[in-house]
């Protein structure tokens, strides 16, 4: 083993160590004996394990309504984010216009500014539009953190699907909006969900705007916030509610590994430049043009002698009778 070798294996472990490490106390408090959180020296690892302190956390005034809340305001972040990026992310995909690059740097420069400057002005604007203390105030600034990420995200799935397998299916008598849902929309399904992933963990996670914005009905993160500075939780519910807000961001973790890495390692091995790209591509667009043939059989003609490779592509049994 080289030295470089080395040195990049121990930068590897100290980085994990530095990342799992608050997560793996975290868990083993949160299923630790309430009195075992309080003696000193506090052991590690717990004698026995017990649900008693997520009980405790789980059964705590307005904890199960902010679960509710924190699901109702991700779930709207996704509509709200997806009607905006998802259209943008597939204009930018397929459409080639002067400032195109631009577009996209300004997309990521959002991302620069500071939300805390805007902390005062969102306030006062939500409580002079009727949105301040709800849930879909609190999406709609979520939504405008999400934006970018997700506008980059889908127009770089769109970017990987071939374009010329929606001329072929307009070629065949489709309309670009059907082109686009029977032929694009398909294909482009895991890396969309991926990125709706992302915008879930992203809502739930983030804190500041919930805290700002929410008095009564509070997400689950701006509720453990505020019962720590404010309320000055005791140490079994600190614990208990750490694991809770970050239980999402593993289960997003073991999904993504387990589902989205093969899809994005598809998407890699099929570079336009391969030969596997041009044998998927003419694969699906051999099963294309069977399924819209059997859905409009009417579009198809031949009156001519160049028909006969066309006819011999899609076979015997769906030749004009």
Not at 159 to 171: D, P, R
Not at 256 to 273: K, M, Q, T
Request: charged share 15%; proline share 5%.
């Amino acid at each position: 083993m080289t030295l470089r070798r080395l040195g990049v294996y121990s930068a590897a472990v100290v980085i994990a160590a530095w990342v799992l490490l608050p997560l793996v106390l975290i868990t083993l408090a949160a299923f630790s004996p309430r009195d075992t959180l309080y003696e000193w020296p506090r052991r590690i690892i717990p004698d026995h394990f017990t649900l008693e302190t997520m009980l405790f956390f789980v059964r705590s005034a307005g904890v199960l309504p902010s679960v509710l809340n924190s699901v109702i305001v991700a779930v709207l972040t996704i509509i709200v984010a997806f009607l905006i990026s998802a259209p943008a992310g597939y204009a930018l995909a397929r459409y080639r216009f002067r400032g195109r690059d631009a577009v996209n740097l300004a997309i990521l420069a959002t991302k620069m500014f500071p939300a805390t400057v805007l902390s005062i002005p969102l306030a006062v604007a939500f409580i002079r539009w009727g949105l301040y203390d709800r849930l879909i105030g609190v999406a709609i600034v979520h939504a405008t953190l999400s934006i970018p990420f997700v506008t980059v995200i889908v127009s770089s799935v769109f970017v990987g699907i071939s374009f010329e397998l929606e001329e072929a299916a307009m070629t065949l008598g489709s309309s670009r909006l059907q082109a686009f849902l029977r032929v694009t929309m398909p294909m482009a399904l895991p890396g969309l969900a991926a990125a709706a992933i992302f915008t879930f963990v992203l809502s739930w996670n983030e804190v500041f705007a919930a805290t700002i914005l929410t008095l009564n009905n509070r997400t689950l993160p701006a509720l453990i916030v505020n019962s720590v500075l404010a309320a000055g939780a005791p140490m079994h519910y600190r614990f208990a509610g750490g694991l809770s807000a970050n239980v999402v961001g593993h289960v997003e973790c073991a999904f993504r590994s387990g589902r989205c890495e093969p899809y994005f390692r598809r998407l890699a091995a099929h570079h336009p430049h391969t030969h596997h790209r041009a044998a998927a591509q003419d694969q699906h667009h051999r099963h294309l043009v069977l399924r819209l043939h059997r859905d409009h059989p009417r579009a198809f003609r031949y009156d001519s002698a160049d028909d006969g490779e066309h006819q011999a592509c899609l076979g015997d049994h769906l030749r004009p009778q």
